[in-house]
Nanobody, 116 residues
Framework: VQLQASGGGLVQAGGSLRLSCAAS????????MQWHRQPPGKQRELVAA???????NYADSVKGRFTISRDNAKNTVYLQMNSLKPEDTAVYYC???????????WGKGTEVTVSS
């Protein structure tokens, strides 16, 4: 399984970006797609996740501003980020947790920079 993330860039505070992550390969029906981020000099953290059944969860810091969604037909997960803040600056990574195979797959990151 390979994951290709895109959509990062430079945006002013208060702006929006939409990240996409396309998965190629065979993934078990039971899975979860996630977005993680790693701010400069900090540890990677979970931002949002969505299961194959559509259940979502979010980090408290992004609730009400970010929305995760997925298109199962396209094997793609999205992260709509609104009301961006400078503290959202990070490299964003997508991850697929394949419960059937007990495997985790990571994509290469896409960088998001929010200027004040």
């Amino acid at each position: 399984v390979q994951l290709q993330a895109s959509g990062g860039g430079l945006v002013q505070a208060g702006g929006s970006l939409r990240l996409s992550c396309a998965a190629s390969g065979i993934i078990s029906r039971g899975n979860a797609m996630q977005w993680h981020r790693q701010p400069p000099g900090k540890q990677r953290e979970l931002v949002a996740a969505v299961t194959s059944g559509g259940t979502t969860n979010y980090a408290d810091s992004v609730k009400g501003r970010f929305t995760i969604s997925r298109d199962n037909a396209k094997n793609t997960v999205y992260l709509q980020m609104n009301s961006l803040k400078p503290e959202d600056t990070a490299v964003y990574y997508c991850k697929c947790s394949d419960y059937g195979r007990g495997m985790d797959y990571w994509g290469k990151g896409t960088e998001v920079t929010v200027s004040s």
